[in-house]
């Protein structure tokens, strides 16, 4: 897709970070963009913010952890927009900690938002998509810990390879129909992830002892969301299927892919 003018794009996850930024850059582009975030606070803020600065945009409520709250989010799209051309699979929750301390509500918890999140929006919004035939793009918001997994982050880094997963084989799925697929696998981009308690369902409650300083200073040190959303929108023009906007764990890759290659000759 080379022209986003007049495209509708669903963004979820679209309140804070790396979502917000890719709203921005992309009705810059003068997309229409739907902001779907569970935070309403954040939400009305982010639709202020970029309505102010002359974005044709809506903010709708919405869990992706929950299909009956997606399709909700897609209809509304669809009333307001008519059709809807790009979708971001973007929101995501980052539980850290041993594995063997997780708890079965932290993989609810982060499986709910990270994978079946993305598994909602490709199932409820893609067939319309595919249905009106002007063609259209998908981004998953997975994360350099889809492609390399270091300790301490094994519940994210199971969602993420699912992700990465995912997408390639919607790349394929997708191609004959004039629709690509992007796969954005950042490493530390500066943004409240560290902060994604904030959104936990009471239910699935557990909120850590102290604030995660470790994730809290790597973020901090990240890039500016911005940078990223800029690069999504040259991953759609250009229909990349791998957006990496950092080489930090590059050599991280190719160990593991080096490993894997050996293990095939053992
Ligand atoms: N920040 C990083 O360093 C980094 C690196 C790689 C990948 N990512 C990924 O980028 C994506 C965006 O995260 P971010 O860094 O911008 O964090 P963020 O916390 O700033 O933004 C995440 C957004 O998702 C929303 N959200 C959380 N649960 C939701 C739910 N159930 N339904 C709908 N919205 C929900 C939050 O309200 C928030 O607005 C995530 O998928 C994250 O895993 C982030």
Known sequence: MEDLT???????????????????CFAKEGARVVLA????????????????????????????????????????????FGKIHILCNNAGVAPAGPLDESTPEDWQWCLGVNLMGVVHGIQLIVPGIKAHGEGGHVVNTASVIGLVAPPEIGIYAATKYAVVGISETLHAELAPFGIGVSVLCPSFVNTRLHEGYRNRPAALGREPDEPNAIMAAQLASG?????????????????????LPHSDFKMGFKGRANAILEAFDE
């Open 6 to 24: 007049e495209r509708v794009a669903f963004v979820t996850g679209a309140a804070s970070g790396i979502g917000f930024a890719m709203a921005s």
């Open 37 to 80: 975030d569970i935070e309403v606070g954040a939400l009305r803020h982010a639709e202020q913010e970029l309505r102010s600065a002359g974005a044709d945009v809506v903010g709708v409520q919405c869990d992706v952890s929950s299909r009956d709250s997606v399709a909700a989010a897609a209809r509304n799209a669809v009333e307001m």
């Open 223 to 243: 890039s500016d969301p911005q940078v990223i959303g800029e690069r999504v929108v040259r991953g759609i023009k250009r229909g990349d299927l791998y957006i």
